[in-house]
């Protein structure tokens, strides 16, 4: 069976440092990958998707860039992280041909102070 | 432009009770619309999922209903307990490869004892 993998759970990082979360997809291959981010009480805003290794969208212009250096592994960095960038975010992944139904990872909840 | 409009934004019900939450959709290629349930914490997970060939689904207490022509679509929840208190997310894509969904904001849920 597919499992997501994302982490980590929580982290509280200081304004201006670097920021890398890792996302691990395992039991399919060429899988769709996306980066939510989710802010308080609030929906769910769409910031990266990638259909394949290297391929990057961006939905929202922003602070953040995201790597898919791996066929299963997406990645989301920031270089200096801002007050602004604290919320919950979340990986998931969906199949490459067929039903479009995305399946979450557990989320990381990133608080920078 | 928000294509997906998800009301209520919270719902307060007894046990036993029904909650409904509905959504409204614009683009008319959509045509895949899944619900899902987040703890607090927690990923969403996909809940229960419909297509425009069927203007019901259920699957145990959850019930999607569908309205092609209204371009809405709602979740009712029968015999609500306690532990479906959650936040529920409506969604649409077209239910193509790579196509990405589309949330609705939210609807948080409390299920009172």
């Known amino acids: 069976s597919q499992t997501i993998h994302q982490w980590p759970a929580t982290l509280v990082q200081p304004v201006g440092s670097p920021l890398s ?12 990958l996306y980066w939510y ?11 990266f998707y990638s259909v394949g290794i290297g391929q990057i969208s961006s939905e929202v212009p922003q ?33 490459l041909s067929g039903a479009a139904e995305a399946f979450f990872g557990q989320g990381t909840r990133l608080t920078v102070v | 432009q928000q294509q997906v409009k998800q009301s209520p934004q919270s719902l307060i019900v007894q046990k036993g009770g029904i909650p409904i939450i509905n959504c409204a959709y614009e683009n008319t290629a959509f045509d895949y619309f899944p619900w899902y349930q987040q703890f607090p914490g927690k990923g969403p997970a996909l809940l229960i999922a ?64």
């Open chain 1, 37 to 47: 981010r989710q802010a308080a009480g609030r929906g769910l805003q769409l910031l």
């Open chain 1, 63 to 95: 602070n953040l860039s995201a790597s898919r250096p791996q066929d299963r592994q997406f990645i989301l960095s920031s270089k200096k992280l801002l007050l602004s960038d604290s919320g919950f975010y979340l990986c998931a992944w969906s199949v």
């Open chain 2, 50 to 113: 419909i297509r425009p060939d069927v203007s019901e689904k259920k699957e145990g207490r959850f019930t999607i209903s569908f309205n092609k022509s209204a371009k809405q679509f709602s979740l009712h929840i029968m015999d609500s307990q306690p532990g479906d208190s959650a936040t529920y997310f409506c969604a649409a894509s077209k239910g193509t490869s790579g196509s990405r969904l589309t949330f609705g904001e939210g609807t948080q849920l409390t299920v009172n004892p």
């Open chain 1, 21 to 32: 979360l890792e996302c691990t997809v395992e039991g399919t291959s060429n899988p769709n």
